[in-house]
């Protein structure tokens, strides 16, 4: 394969890529695993790509010279509206082969369905990135096998699609959600299946300072003595940031002046500022919203605790980028990692049901300097032991793709 190769992707519009493909600017406010795998595709191929989203896109020249965007509308999140979306996706996909002769499709989440069913019909070799799965979650997979399909066709006809059709390649990001177990349980070719850890961005990771006390004061209007947690994610119900907002208040009970920065957008955002209020801790809590890459970063290294308390997942790149940044990781035993995020010694980990202990441990930890200090270098450690840069991890991607069409 080289740079005259040309390839079709089908992708829906992750709501980090808004700031690039619905603003046209230059940096992204979340989802580095897609946007640095793209921009890999794009500086290897020249790339058409079908993006399925309610927003009118474009293509971002600054960033992506080799890429050529159509877009397919999506007006609604119910199956009628994402059956719509997927025939009129395979419309248009199909219009582009005919005009074009693809060397292979590649899909990102669950709309890559899409490139399994065009390979199906055209033996176009086919490429499936999908972010972490909700489906380990499923009661049904402690059931018998053809059970947990059927359920799974029934009530995510599309996600079950992008995991179950055949693939030269499913990469599937090892997040915590148990992807292999799924694997497994679907029966999928684990000849093809890779389950792959996300990387980090190092040189920007080290070039982010935090904010001054001063610059703190000016955009949080609070006093220079407080202790600083954070948590960075969409504002999505299973992300839990109530949690964090009851740890809030559970540290202010025990004599600390503890304030929670929450960073990120979503549809949760109203009920958790009157969550806030109603347990009298909204003062404490400092909404900033979406924000820029490199601006996120700089709050997540300003606040010494990062809080992640997902209902299905707690290794996202939000928390990886915080354990390089050496924050004090506040999360969840069930679905991390026992290599990587351990009790005690590089983190604080917490049974599901005894998250508000949490609020005890950051203030152990701040009467505990050298404590807090030795967990910060450690969790650090860990993190530049097992994961790689961006350029790295991105080389693995190409390297499947190549692998497998070189057994064509």
């Given at each position: 394969?080289?740079?005259?190769s040309?390839?079709?992707?089908?992708?829906?519009?992750?709501?980090?890529?808004?700031?690039?493909?619905?603003?046209?600017?230059?940096s992204?406010?979340?989802?580095?695993a897609?946007?640095?795998?793209?921009?890999?595709?794009?500086?290897?191929?020249?790339?058409?790509?079908?993006?399925?989203?309610?927003?009118?896109?474009?293509?971002?020249?600054?960033?992506?010279?080799?890429?050529?965007?159509?877009?397919?509308?999506?007006?609604?999140?119910?199956?009628?509206?994402?059956?719509?979306?997927?025939?009129?996706?395979?419309?248009?996909?199909?219009?582009?082969?005919?005009?074009?002769?693809?060397?292979?499709?590649?899909?990102?989440?669950?709309?890559?369905?899409?490139?399994?069913?065009?390979s199906?019909?055209?033996?176009?070799?086919?490429?499936?990135?999908?972010?972490?799965?909700?489906?380990?979650?499923?009661?049904?997979?402690?059931?018998?096998?053809?059970?947990?399909?059927?359920?799974?066709?029934?009530?995510?006809?599309?996600?079950?699609?992008?995991?179950?059709?055949?693939?030269?390649g499913?990469?599937?990001?090892?997040?915590?959600t148990?992807?292999?177990?799924?694997?497994?349980?679907?029966?999928?070719?684990?000849?093809?299946?890779?389950?792959?850890?996300?990387?980090?961005?190092?040189?920007?990771?080290?070039?982010?300072?935090?904010?001054?006390?001063e610059?703190?004061?000016?955009?949080?209007?609070?006093?220079?003595?407080?202790?600083?947690?954070?948590?960075?994610?969409?504002l999505?119900?299973?992300?839990?940031?109530?949690?964090?907002i009851?740890?809030?208040?559970?540290?202010?009970?025990?004599?600390?002046?503890?304030?929670?920065?929450?960073?990120?957008?979503?549809?949760?955002?109203?009920?958790?500022?009157?969550?806030?209020q109603?347990?009298?801790?909204?003062?404490k809590?400092?909404?900033?919203?979406?924000?820029?890459h490199?601006?996120?970063?700089?709050?997540?290294?300003?606040c010494?605790?990062f809080?992640?308390?997902?209902?299905?997942?707690?290794?996202?790149?939000?928390?990886?980028?915080?354990?390089?940044?050496?924050?004090?990781?506040?999360?969840?035993?069930?679905?991390?990692?026992?290599?990587?995020?351990?009790?005690?010694?590089?983190?604080?980990?917490?049974?599901?049901?005894?998250?508000?202990?949490?609020?005890?441990?950051?203030?152990?930890?701040?009467?505990?300097?050298?404590?807090?200090?030795?967990?910060?270098?450690?969790?650090?450690?860990?993190?530049?032991?097992f994961?790689?840069?961006?350029?790295?991890?991105?080389?693995?991607?190409?390297?499947?793709?190549?692998?497998?069409?070189?057994?064509?």
């Amino acid at each position: 394969m080289n740079k005259q190769s040309k390839i079709l992707v089908v992708s829906s519009l992750f709501t980090g890529m808004n700031p690039i493909f619905v603003d046209g600017n230059k940096s992204i406010n979340g989802m580095p695993a897609y946007f640095n795998v793209l921009k890999t595709l794009s500086d290897n191929y020249h790339v058409d790509m079908i993006i399925i989203s309610k927003h009118k896109v474009k293509n971002n020249t600054k960033i992506f010279k080799n890429l050529n965007l159509y877009h397919v509308n999506n007006t609604g999140e119910r199956k009628f509206y994402i059956i719509i979306s997927l025939v009129n996706g395979l419309l248009l996909a199909k219009k582009l082969i005919k005009k074009n002769n693809y060397n292979f499709f590649y899909g990102f989440g669950y709309y890559s369905a899409i490139v399994g069913i065009l390979s199906f019909f055209t033996k176009v070799p086919n490429f499936r990135r999908l972010f972490g799965s909700f489906f380990a979650f499923n009661k049904a997979i402690y059931k018998s096998k053809v059970f947990f399909h059927f359920n799974l066709l029934f009530k995510h006809s599309l996600e079950y699609l992008s995991w179950i059709l055949p693939s030269n390649g499913l990469i599937v990001t090892d997040d915590g959600t148990k992807g292999y177990e799924v694997a497994q349980a679907l029966n999928i070719n684990l000849n093809t299946f890779h389950f792959l850890k996300n990387g980090v961005n190092k040189k920007l990771l080290s070039r982010i300072n935090p904010f001054s006390k001063e610059e703190v004061f000016e955009q949080l209007d609070i006093s220079s003595d407080v202790v600083l947690g954070c948590s960075s994610s969409r504002l999505e119900k299973w992300k839990r940031i109530d949690k964090c907002i009851e740890i809030c208040k559970n540290v202010n009970k025990n004599g600390i002046n503890f304030h929670l920065v929450i960073l990120g957008e979503g549809s949760m955002i109203n009920h958790l500022k009157k969550f806030a209020q109603s347990i009298g801790i909204y003062e404490k809590v400092h909404f900033i919203g979406s924000l820029p890459h490199n601006e996120a970063l700089r709050w997540v290294k300003t606040c010494d605790y990062f809080l992640s308390f997902y209902e299905f997942s707690n290794l996202g790149n939000s928390l990886i980028e915080a354990m390089h940044l050496g924050r004090v990781i506040i999360s969840l035993k069930q679905f991390c990692f026992k290599d990587l995020l351990i009790d005690k010694k590089n983190a604080f980990l917490f049974d599901e049901l005894q998250y508000l202990n949490a609020g005890a441990k950051i203030f152990e930890l701040e009467h505990n300097k050298e404590l807090k200090s030795t967990i910060k270098n450690e969790i650090m450690k860990v993190a530049n032991k097992f994961f790689l840069d961006w350029k790295d991890r991105n080389l693995i991607d190409l390297k499947i793709i190549n692998n497998s069409l070189d057994r064509e």
